[in-house]
């Protein structure tokens, strides 16, 4: 039988999930790379924000600490989740 | 520096101004008449931060006569590490309202112009216009670029300080002397060039020697004083505990102070990253 090709997005396993709706620039990152010191390698942390620039700079400034970014993506009107896992 | 006929104050202290500036007087570089250029000096500082208040601090314990203060923040947590205007109790007030309290607690004779608003094309001209000297202790580009091309156009001095992590800036521009802040830094840096979390880390005492650093150079300009930064830029390493001196030129190709400028109005540029609000 062919494959359908259509691909099933498999479920990331969270380790840690870090709430910083209400939160703004540079804290969110402080607070994330602070939870992410805390993991062990392999880990994954769910963060959940509701200010956009930090949308774009959580992924960065995480990547530039050398953390793999999963996934940016928007959950509803306001609030968008990042999900990384540490090297 | 203040130069402006029929303006001129007398050269009398009292007892108790000797007193509190007594300091200053005593440098064969300043003298009474150093002294009394600083009383009569109108020096305006855009921020109330991190730079802005060791200048502001020392501005006003010198005595200059009349300090303008912008700043429209209000005081948060997270200023408190270096801005040293403020304190745990100010947190939710107005910068302005804060750093005037303690100001005038130290020099009771200084008189504060305070701006608890922020600088646009509308109203660069007209408040820049009443001040002698200008001290950029700003924190974003936008209002860099609004500070620098109003004191070309006004034709005002202008002691620039900034901060990034461990290193720390500082010139003088004086229009007609030397580059200004464009011939340095053409423009701001593209909307796309969101920069990293990891910008915004400052140690406190960093921005506390810069704005010190600028402090310096803006009483030296009212005080008419030994030699000033133009065509220098000072760079702090502090890491490496090091200060470099690099030679800056007026670029005859600048767009607001060049042979030919193109910039003939001030431009708002929009703010494009949260870190410096």
Known sequence: MEESGVEIEQETAVDRELNLKGEVCPYTFVRSKLAMEEMEAGQVLRVVLDHLPAVSNVPKSLSLEGEEVLRVEQLNGTDWEVVVRKR | ?277
């Open chain 2, 1 to 277: 520096m203040t130069g402006r006929p029929g303006e001129r104050k007398t050269m009398s202290f009292t007892e108790e101004q000797i007193g509190r500036y007594d300091r200053q007087i005593l440098l064969p570089d300043m003298g009474r008449e150093g002294q009394e250029r600083i009383r009569n000096g109108r020096v305006l500082c855009v921020g109330a931060g991190g730079l802005g208040s060791p200048v502001a601090y020392y501005l006003v314990a010198a005595g200059v006569g009349v300090l303008g203060l912008m700043e429209m923040d209000v005081v948060d947590i997270s200023n408190l590490q270096r801005q040293l205007l403020h304190y745990t109790d100010d947190i939710g007030r107005p910068k302005v309202e804060s750093a005037a309290e303690k100001l005038q607690a130290l020099n009771p004779e200084v008189r504060l112009e305070t701006y608890a608003t922020r600088l646009t094309s509308e109203n660069a001209l007209e408040i820049i216009g009443r001040y002698d000297v200008v001290v950029d202790a700003c924190d974003n580009f936008p209002t860099r670029y609004l500070v620098n091309d109003a004191c070309v156009f006004l034709r005002k001095p202008l002691v620039h300080g900034s901060v990034l992590r461990f290193e720390g800036q500082v010139t003088t521009f004086v229009p007609g002397e030397g580059p200004c802040y464009r011939c340095v830094y053409p423009t701001p840096p593209a909307p796309g060039e969101i920069p990293s979390c990891q910008e915004a880390g400052v140690l406190g005492a960093v921005p506390g020697l810069v704005g010190s650093l600028q402090a310096v150079e803006a009483l030296k300009l009212v005080a008419g004083a030994g030699e000033s930064l133009v065509g220098r830029l000072v760079v702090y390493d502090a890491l490496e505990m090091s200060f470099r001196d690099f030679v800056l030129r007026r670029d005859p190709d600048c767009a607001v102070c060049g042979d030919n400028p193109t910039i003939r109005e001030l431009i708002d540029y929009e703010q494009f990253c949260s870190v410096a609000h």
